[in-house]
């Protein structure tokens, strides 16, 4: 576990792309916590990353400018379902265990909060990704329902995937 780090969370460049692909890339790829296609390629995995308004993406910087981890930020479903945020999150492995993840989820519900949404859900948080599960839990989260054998984990096999809730 790395010692804490200071930060600041702000909005990000299309000129930050460069230093999120590699750990965005490293993570995706591993096939454990995410459930993106493993082959996503640099050029379409930056536009899944950097959603268009009203969603929002952020990265955590260090006081050097490093990009630590990045948050993307959207509404959970359209029309009548709109008033649910959702988030996704990924932190550069080199700088885990800092802080860096737990900051980014807050900052992630004060801007749920701020952006007037009722509560946020996270659709498929896998079962055995448990610093996620257990860091999200910390901030107020709940599992509300586990799909069974929802993720195909490339050495656990199948397992589950949470949908975890919290009230704004």
């Not at 993307?72 to 265990?97: F, L």
Request: net charge negative.
């Amino acid at each position: 576990m790395g010692h804490p780090v200071r930060m600041l969370i702000r909005e990000a460049k299309s000129e930050d792309w460069p230093a999120i692909w590699p750990f965005f890339h490293t993570i995706v790829s591993a096939g454990e916590t995410l459930t993106y296609p493993l082959d996503l390629g640099k050029e379409d995995a930056e536009g899944w990353w950097f959603v268009p308004a009203p969603s929002r993406v952020v990265v955590a910087v260090d006081e050097d400018g490093t990009v630590l981890g990045t948050a993307k930020m959207n509404r959970n479903h359209m029309g009548n379902g709109s008033h649910i945020a959702s988030a996704t999150y990924m932190v550069d492995p080199a700088h885990s265990g800092r802080g860096v993840g737990r900051a980014l989820c807050q900052y992630s519900v004060d801007w749920a909060r701020a952006e007037g949404y009722r509560a946020m859900q996270f659709n498929a948080v896998v079962e055995t990704n448990t610093h996620a599960v257990k860091l999200y839990e910390s901030i107020g989260f709940e599992v509300i329902g586990t799909l069974p054998e929802g993720f195909n984990h490339p050495t656990e096999g199948y397992v589950g995937i949470h949908i975890m809730h919290k009230s704004l």
